[in-house]
């Protein structure tokens, strides 16, 4: 069974930092683009950061460029995201998604159009002023 599991997410004052986890077991990253989403109450969901292969180029949202980096652990099948300089603005519900990475031409694709699966269940950043 395919499944991602996003952990690291919580509650940290302006300027701190958080990394967050995305394990996936099922299948492994090999041949998959990642992909960091959020989504705020009121808003739509956002493509934080995506990669279309593991060692491929990323891509960053503008507004997480230079405070957000996305890295990954082959043996530990584990995509991370690390947060620095996190602003009330960044709080949100984030998700990870995957999907093949033969279905998209470049990281920035993935995160402008989000697979319908496989999706992790959603860890809660809050950032408080």
């Known amino acids: 069974e395919v499944q991602l599991q996003a952990s690291g997410g919580g509650l940290v004052q302006d300027g701190g930092s958080l990394r967050l986890s995305c394990t996936a077991s099922g299948f492994t990253f090999d041949d998959y683009a990642i992909g960091w989403f959020r989504q705020a109450p009121g808003k739509e969901r956002e493509g934080v950061s995506c990669i279309i292969r593991i060692g491929s180029s990323p891509y960053y949202a503008d507004s997480v460029k230079g405070r957000f980096t996305i890295s990954s652990n082959d043996a530990k099948n584990t995509v991370y995201l690390q947060m620095n300089n996190l602003q009330p603005e960044d709080t949100a519900v984030y998700y990870c998604?995957?999907?093949?990475?033969?279905?998209?031409?470049?990281?920035?694709?993935?995160?402008?159009?989000?697979?319908?699966?496989?999706w992790g269940q959603g860890t809660q950043v809050t950032v408080s002023s």
């Open positions: 998604a995957a999907w093949g990475a033969w279905y998209y031409r470049s990281s920035s694709q993935f995160c402008t159009t989000p697979p319908r699966r496989y």
